[in-house]
């Protein structure tokens, strides 16, 4: 369970955060080489909410409808509908440690940009031992379970930390515009998914294959990223016209 599970998760992680981490690494490195710590934060600050643009949606659709994305991915065969619900449940509880895994593929490139490799190092050190220590007392409370909500605690702490000590390294980190874009972002994906699965609708009435399962769960999909992009519209989320500009351009 927790290995198919992982697998899911990776995708958005892959796609999106890997991509413009590395995006980001090479455009702070030119500025850290003209002392432009200016801007350098501009650079981080655009390249981290883009990030949490795409992953926060994929993190939030992975919560309500973890079962639906399993079933279509896995359910052939052997594969059960008590594996689909075990590896749902293992999911959700990486959803939100996607979250931290994404911010920690951005940030790192600015220390990387700034030749300091030892601090990401030792934060690094000290989450796997966190992580380590909660696995005993999730695993009794939660099953296996337990073990995809460790590994997502640690990486929301790995990002956090990374995030607290980069204004030591002189880069300008604008702590308050972080947290009302993300406490925007995350409203709006939030909105968008709690109306698509309480007012969920099929396009394919009775589509139980793999086609059927398809077709209704990318016009889940359709209506909460229109209903998202909306919400983020109308909450001037900055990053969300720079993202339809990139698309399009």
Not at 225 to 239: A, D, F, N, P, Q
Request: a positive charge; aromatic letters at 14%; proline letters at 4%.
């Amino acid at each position: 369970y927790l290995n198919y599970s992982f697998r899911l998760m990776h995708f958005p992680l892959g796609v999106f955060a890997v991509a413009l981490g590395t995006v980001a690494l090479t455009k702070a490195s030119e500025q850290v080489a003209r002392n432009d710590m200016e801007g350098l934060a501009g650079t981080f600050l655009e390249a981290f909410n883009l990030n949490m643009l795409l992953i926060i949606p994929s993190a939030v659709f992975f919560v309500f409808l973890a079962d639906d994305f399993v079933g279509l991915a896995y359910r052939y065969g052997k594969f059960s509908q008590l594996d689909t619900d075990n590896t749902a449940r293992a999911l959700i509880h990486y959803s939100y440690g996607l979250i931290g895994f994404a911010g920690v593929r951005v940030i790192v490139p600015v220390y990387y940009a700034l030749t300091d490799s030892k601090l990401p190092m030792k934060i690094s050190i000290l989450v796997v031992a966190v992580n380590i220590a909660l696995y005993w007392p999730l695993v009794k409370l939660m099953d296996f379970a337990g073990l995809a909500a460790a590994t997502s605690i640690a990486g929301l702490l790995n990002a956090g930390l990374l995030l607290w000590f980069l204004p030591s390294r002189g880069v300008p980190v604008p702590f308050a515009r972080l947290a009302v874009d993300f406490c925007k972002i995350t409203a709006a994906a939030i909105v968008a998914f709690v109306f698509v699965s309480t007012w969920r609708f099929d396009i394919w009435p009775g589509g139980h294959g793999l086609a059927g399962r398809l077709v209704n769960l990318t016009g889940l999909l359709v209506a909460a990223g229109i209903l998202y992009g909306l919400l983020c519209y109308l909450g001037r989320v900055k990053e969300l016209r720079v993202l339809i500009d990139r698309v399009l351009g």
